[in-house]
């Protein structure tokens, strides 16, 4: 996702974007190998060891000169976005632990998701679980997206966040909401 990272950059943000374990240049299995097809207790540990990964890459964040560890933001597409939750939350079936997660996060989140995505639903109830626990939430579901290709035959909404058209549909969102709650005042 290294292009949303491109893109926060070119606003003046101070990205990190760590690669996960076992894709790029980091070690271990990836998450098929690791997971395979469990939804269940292998999927959850997955999560929290990627969380793990975050973790360690946000101690790292503030080691670098000029970077406000006061006005950090998580950015997670997909599983990324799960893990982002995870992060945000610091506690332990998928959607229960999600908004079990999104219960406990006190700081804004912002929650996107296309209406023809599988995972529409569990991005409401995530947000809805956040808000109902006392964070400062935004929700905006995009109308269904139809991205150029999809060889992976997935649900087409997912790829509006992937690299392409999709970016333009959301990026003011995401940097109007990042600015309002990172930038100084």
């Known amino acids: ?81 799960s893990v982002s939750i995870r992060v945000a939350s610091q506690r332990p079936d998928l959607q229960r632990a999600l908004t079990g997660w999104a219960k406990t996060l006190k700081m804004p989140v912002l929650c996107m998701d296309a209406a023809n995505d599988a995972t529409t639903d569990a991005v409401k109830a995530v947000c809805d679980a956040a808000h109902r626990g006392g964070a400062e939430t935004r929700v905006t579901i995009y109308p269904a997206f139809t991205p150029a290709s999809n060889p992976d035959n997935i649900a087409p909404g997912h790829l509006i966040f992937a690299p392409g058209a999709g970016v333009a549909i959301w990026r003011q969102d995401v940097t109007t909401f990042l600015d309002a709650h990172t930038r100084a005042q």
């Open 1 to 81: 996702m290294a292009f949303v990272g491109n893109m926060l950059a070119s606003q003046g943000y101070l990205v990190l974007v760590p690669e996960r374990r076992g894709y790029g240049k980091s070690d271990g299995r990836t998450f098929n190998e690791e997971v395979g097809t469990d939804v269940g207790a292998r999927m959850i540990a997955r999560i929290e060891a990627e969380a793990d990964d975050v973790i360690a890459a946000i101690a790292y964040a503030g080691t670098i000169d000029g970077a406000d560890m006061r006005r950090l933001a998580l950015v997670g597409f997909s599983q990324g976005g």
